[in-house]
Nanobody, 129 residues
């Protein structure tokens, strides 16, 4: 089993930045693709970004491309999401997710939330205008 815990959310003004962290415990996630999703009130959960188990390959939703950066440190069993130039429409609960270990990675493939086996509880990000 893998437990994922997000941190780093908060309230920030438009144009500001936040860095989210996702710490894994219970079992290493070093060989698993991982991703970030978000869910705004009254909306469905949507894909934000994903990263291969090596950290070399990444993929982003068009809405965050150029502003958000996903990364991971397998030695620390932790994934990150650096969010710059935040906009009010980025307000949501942000979730991290991990697949089971696999060497396969495709950015478009990991846009699908159903492919992830483990999820965190989420961290709130609120961007004021």
């Amino acid at each position: 089993q893998v437990q994922l815990v997000e941190s780093g959310g908060g309230l920030v003004q438009a144009g500001g930045y936040l860095r989210l962290s996702c710490a894994a415990s219970g079992r290493t996630i070093s060989r698993a693709a991982m991703g970030w999703f978000r869910q705004a009130p009254g909306k469905e959960r949507e894909f934000v970004a994903s990263i291969s188990w090596t950290g070399v390959s990444t993929h982003y939703a068009d809405s965050v491309k150029g502003r958000f950066t996903i990364s991971r440190d397998n030695a620390k069993n932790t994934m990150y999401l650096q969010m710059n130039n935040l906009k009010p429409e980025d307000t949501a609960v942000y979730y991290c997710a991990a697949d089971s270990p696999s060497t396969y990675y495709s950015g478009s493939y990991y846009e699908d939330a159903k492919l992830y086996d483990y999820w965190g509880q989420g961290t709130q990000v609120t961007v004021s205008s």
